[in-house]
């Protein structure tokens, strides 16, 4: 089974080094040895260190290595949406199975791949493109397939779990952890992908369609990044007994019209400690899905880096290069619900919001009154003073359960009250508290 290799960065060379000391394994599970038939690249002469693999297999033309006749499974690790889009549409549509780890392309526009890999017959894997070596996608998509998964709620960005798990640890600023992310080698010179939610938005994306058997792509996913969270909203959240996680959230239920929809978010959130996503830290990943029959279930492990991302990746070879020897091909893109997406506004969530408000009478009963006037109602309420000489108090407040577009017309107009000095924090809940 001969494989063309695109890109050869820090996965890709993974790859290439797992392929290496792991063949003699290799061809035994499959049935027949893995060569690398080329490897595409931006620059040849670019330094990859010792890589064991003949320098004449790279090449700067992988549209030419995808059509030759030798190749037989196209590994894409290239990532973005052009030109590896038109690379592997180009591969599946000539039959060729695929493997990939782009999970900007997925979400961006996964049918296109899909319908590619109908047309030609071949394989379409992507296991490496969500929580890095964590066996997450093959499960959704075989092992739960008889199964109603209602709901799938993850951390599923390393950087953003590890500042904010360092937030939680040291009392540490936003600022301060970034820095000590980047430092480590958790977060990128550019960490915007990251902080602001677009990976983790690419990745609910993926979940959300191979759970609930409907096209989700990133434009339905309702994206909030970390960026706003301070050390005042981590310290009131251990005070409440709870941490603050970036979460990507995909959930089955009814919209405005009473029909079957789902929900697709990611945002920062206040869980209790109890919750088992809680202990996740550092820079790993956990999902926790819910199904009918199968209760509830959780992946944890390593989310990124190259290793991990080699293992899934070659999970996946293993996978369509047996199906290829024995003449036949997985099961096809299931869409067949194709649920629609419910807008944020409409979905059911909690909010722990902290008022900076004038200390004198009346003051909760106006609050309370703006709570009233959207039809949401009050779980808890603690009040204290704000400290200095001002003479204002903090009014700390949870919510029960209502929908995202009656929380967000409150905060709205809690904002311009006159006896509210500033709303300091605004955060969902999630996990029970």
């Known amino acids: 089974m001969r494989l063309a290799l695109l890109g050869c960065g820090t996965v890709g060379a ?23 038939a080329g490897i595409a690249v931006r620059r040849i002469g670019r330094d990859r260190g010792e890589l064991p693999v003949d320098p004449a297999l790279f090449t700067t033309d992988a549209l030419g290595l995808i059509k030759r006749d030798d190749v037989d499974v196209v590994v894409e690790v290239v990532g973005g949406i052009e ?5 592997l549409v180009e591969a599946l549509r000539a039959g060729k199975s695929v493997v990939t780890a782009n999970k900007a392309l997925l979400a961006e526009d996964g049918g296109a791949l899909h319908d590619a890999a109908v047309d030609g017959g071949g394989d379409l894997y992507y296991e490496a493109s969500v929580a890095g070596a964590i066996p997450l996608l093959r499960p959704l998509r075989e092992s739960l397939h008889g199964d109603r998964i209602t709901r799938v709620t993850g951390i599923v960005n390393g950087t953003t779990n590890f500042i904010l798990s360092a937030m939680h640890a040291t009392g540490a600023g936003f600022a301060e952890a970034l820095e000590e992310a980047t430092e480590l080698g958790y977060a990128e010179a550019d960490p915007t992908a990251d902080v602001e939610g677009f990976d983790a938005a690419a990745k609910a994306a993926i979940l959300a369609s191979l759970a609930f058997h409907t096209r989700v792509g ?19 959240a251990k005070a409440m007994g709870c941490t603050i996680k970036l979460l990507c959230i995909a959930a089955r239920g009814t919209d405005g019209q009473g029909r079957e929809s789902v ?25 926790f899905v819910e199904a009918d029959a199968a209760g509830q279930l959780m992946f944890y ?17 293993v996978a369509v290069a047996r199906n290829r020897l024995a003449g036949v091909r997985s099961a096809s893109e299931s869409a067949y619900a194709a649920l629609p997406v419910r ?57 029960h359960v209502a929908p995202d577009a009656a929380l967000a017309a409150t905060v709205g107009e809690l ?18 508290l």
């Open 83 to 87: 030109p590896a889009r038109s690379w």
């Open 415 to 432: 904002r311009g009250l006159e006896i509210v000095r500033s709303v300091a924090s605004v955060l969902r809940v999630e996990g029970g």
């Open 263 to 287: 929900n697709v978010r990611v945002h920062p959130a206040m869980i209790p400690l109890t919750h088992p996503l809680a202990s996740v830290g550092d820079a790993f990943n956990a999902v």
């Open 301 to 317: 492990g390593r989310g990124a880096g190259g290793a991990p991302t080699a293992s899934a990746v070659l999970g996946d070879v």
């Open 218 to 236: 990133a434009a339905d996913v309702h994206r909030e990044g970390i960026t706003e969270v301070t050390a005042a909203d981590v310290a009131s």
């Open 343 to 399: 807008p944020m506004g409409e979905a059911l969530t909690r909010y722990h919001i902290s008022l900076d408000v004038a200390d004198r009478p009346g003051v909760l009963e106006a609050v309370a009154g703006v709570f009233a006037r959207h039809d949401v109602s009050i779980a808890t309420v603690r009040q204290g003073p704000a400290g200095g000489d001002n003479g204002d108090a903090v009014l700390v407040i949870v919510t």
């Open 14 to 36: 993974e790859v290439v080094r797992l392929l290496h000391e792991q063949s003699a394994d290799l061809a035994a599970r499959i049935g027949a040895p893995l060569e690398i």
